[in-house]
Every structure is written in C-alpha cells, then in structure tokens.
C-alpha cells in the first residue's frame, strides 16, 4: 500500500472516532441534565446550562484529543523517534536543537488563532513590544509577526521532551512552548486552576496559547533544574528523605486550604478534571468516564468496567472489595520522577551538584493532564502504577510523601488486580 494510501485510511479512520467522539460529547451533556431532572424534574435549569455552555466546548476537545490519541497509536511507524519517548533535563545545555533536527516540522503557520492571552514574557521573547497582539481577535498583520518571531525562537530553542509529534521546546531560559497535533485541553486548565488556586504550589506557569492550523502552542514558564528521575540513582538517602519531605509540604498545600472547599458544586462533589469534570484512568491506555461521576461508588464502577468484557467472577470480587467512602481531594495524578523538577542548590545559590555540601530543591511538579478531583487513595496508587519493582526507581515507594498523601496498600493491591483484570 502507499505512503498516499496509508495517510488518506488514517485520515479517515481519524475522521470516525473523532466523529463518535463528539457524539459522546453530546451526550455525556444530555446525561448530566438529565441526571438533574430526575431529581427534580421541576428543577430551574439555568445555572446548569450555564455550566455546560462552559465546560462543553473542553469536553468535546479532550473527547476528541483521546481519539486523535487512539488512532495515532494504532498508526505508529517503527521508528526510533515515534516509539520513545525523548526526555531532556530540562536545565541542561545538551537538549537536541530544531535546526539539527526538522525543524520545520514545528514552525507555525497561518491562519493563527490566540485563544488565550499571550503573557508579556512571551511577546517580548519573539521581539514584539505591541501589546495588542497578545489577546484573541489581534490584528492579523500583527499576528504574523507574532508567528514570524515565534519560527524565529523555536529554530533557535531547544527540544526538551519529544513524543508522537508533540514536541516541548524551550524558548530561551523562562519560556517553553509545547507544539502538538492532538494535546489534551485539560492539561492547560488543569495548570490555570492550580496557578489560580493553589499558587502555593510550585507548577509551571501558564502564559497562553494560539494554534495555527492543526497544531495547538501552549506557552509556559520554564521549570528551574533537571528531572528528578535523572538525578535519583544516585542521590544520598539523606537528600531523598529532603525531597519526601518538601513533597510533603507541596502536597499539603495541593490538598489544604480555601480551595479545597471547591470540590463541591452545590451540594453535590466533583470528580475528575477541574473543568471538564472527566475521570480518568491512565494504564495501558488511557480511559475516559462517559457520564457525570458524583459519587465513589460511581467512580468505582467506572474502574471496573471495561466496554465489550462482560462482568466476571473476577471483577466482581474485585469490585466488592473496594471501598466507596475516602475523602475526596485535589490530585496531581502522576506522581513520577519524570515529573518532579529540583535543582542543586548551596547557601540558597544554584551550584553543581556536590552532595557533601549541596541542597536539593524541588523547583516544580510537570504534567497536569491527570489531575483533578479524585479520591485520597489515587494519588498513592497512580504514583506507583509505573514503578518496577526492581528498577532503578525501585525505592521510589520508601520516599513517597506519605504525611500528605496518605499510604494505601490495600487500595494499591486491589488496583493491581484491577489492572491484571483489565490487560
């Protein structure tokens, strides 16, 4: 077949799930309302329409950045750069250059949209000082300058990360813009929300986005250091027991404080994104809730079902060992090595990493495509689910921050049965 063929049955196929996508779209919305009126079938709908006027449009992108996602793993080509994933620290000067590679690939072309506000940091970086072309509805001749001194930064910048045609480029020392075909809306709210009400978290800052075809730009600040994943072979038990416990801190302020009260919408609680209110599960491969989840029970019952496997014995012991009463809080949702930004410090300065003398410092947490609002257990569970237990991150479990988040293993041993279950 040729490379012609084999792109027109891919765009095609693309074409179907993000149609069902958008179906479902459709009527996970229906379902939520409806699932008010059976309540109160006299209920006064407008507030909830208004809600749904708002969240609907990331519902229907997130639906269908999954499909994309989907029929992208099903038309991986064998080679090295599409089946692995390319991760640079992200403060080190090795990181490969779009002019080495092709770079092309990354450049932005019209017609540009900005979507959301472009922070001052990044007009300036593309050598810009007209402010007007940094909010949706700009100028068009000014967005072309935009776009010419965007192309201009990312030849010069250089690739952090790299993974299925999404792309992490850092833009000089404070900016990265992340390029891709297919990202999930709910990694750009989810970092808004917690910018917005958790700052005392440390995450990279949001700082706008534009997309310019088919290709999404999200700009945010870049994160101080390298991967803790890289670093933590090596690290003393005296300095991982540092990160355990500035884990602590940052996980007490992720689940503490006046934001914590907004896990209620009304008097019902939310679950899932904290926007677009989708649970999901990442294994193998990622899942999505098709309806509204308001309770645990509803969220267990979401884990144990698997479209097209009928309930068997098995899941059904699994299931009633599941407990439907935690507490429900604010959650990262992939707490991992990969994600955790620190960097070497001594006296409070940056220093090359000395471990007799020098402090480690966490400098940010990455990737908040998972989080939301989920129960107290799921962020110990899903900080081990990609954990080997004879890796070189085989200790990861002893230094988990446990003060904050808790330690299940009840709950992680019947979620690794879960996982046997669903293959």
């Known amino acids: 077949m040729s490379e012609s063929l084999q792109r027109g049955d891919q765009s095609q196929l693309a074409g179907a799930e993000i149609d069902k996508a958008h179906e479902l779209a459709n009527t996970l919305t229906l379902n939520r309302l409806k699932s008010k009126l059976k309540s109160d079938p006299t209920a006064d709908l407008a507030l909830a329409l208004k809600q749904q006027a708002n969240s609907y449009p990331q519902l229907r992108g997130t639906l269908a950045h999954a499909a994309q996602k989907k029929v992208a793993a099903r038309g991986q080509q064998p080679q090295a750069a599409q089946q692995t994933e390319q991760r640079q620290p992200e403060g080190s000067t090795t990181g490969t250059s779009p002019r080495d590679a092709q770079w092309q690939d ?127 072979p090596g690290l003393s038990t005296e300095h991982k027991i540092s990160i355990r416990n500035q884990l602590n801190e940052i996980f007490r302020a992720l689940r503490d404080g006046p934001h914590a009260q907004d896990v209620y919408q009304g008097d019902k609680p939310r679950f899932g994104g904290f926007t677009s209110a989708i649970c999901k599960d990442m294994r193998r491969q990622q899942r999505l809730s098709e309806r509204a989840i308001e309770t645990e029970a509803q969220f267990n019952d979401f884990l144990c079902h698997q479209p097209g496997r009928s309930a068997t014995a098995w899941i059904t012991m699994i299931r009633s060992a599941m407990r439907d009463d935690h507490r429900l809080v604010m959650t990262h949702g992939d707490l991992h090595p990969r994600n955790i930004m620190v960097k070497w410090e001594v006296d409070g300065r940056g220093s090359a990493p000395d471990q007799t003398e020098s402090k480690i410092r966490v400098t940010a947490l990455l990737d908040w495509e998972l989080s939301g609002w989920y129960p107290e257990h799921w962020e110990f569970v899903k900080a081990l689910s990609t954990i080997k237990a004879h890796g070189k991150l085989s200790d990861w479990l002893e230094y988990l921050p446990t003060d904050a988040i808790g330690s299940w293993p009840v709950e992680y041993s019947i979620d690794t049965l879960l996982d046997r279950w669903l293959g």
Not at 182 to 191: F, M, T
Request: proline share 6%.
């Open 106 to 232: 990354f450049v932005v072309e019209p017609p540009i949209q900005i979507t959301h506000d472009l922070d001052q940091s990044v007009v300036r970086l593309v050598g810009l000082n007209d402010d007007s072309c940094c909010r949706p509805g700009a100028d068009p001749h000014i967005v072309g300058e935009l776009a010419a001194g965007m192309n201009k930064a990312i030849k010069n910048g250089q690739v952090l990360w790299a993974l299925h045609g999404t792309v992490v480029i850092g833009l000089g020392e404070s900016v990265v813009v992340k390029i891709g075909s297919s990202l999930d809306p709910d990694e750009v709210e989810n970092l808004r929300y917690v910018n917005t009400r958790a700052p005392a978290v440390p995450a990279p800052s949001y700082l706008g986005c534009l997309t310019a075809r088919q290709k999404t730009c999200v700009f945010m600040s870049r994160a101080d250091g390298v991967t803790l994943e890289s670093l933590w």
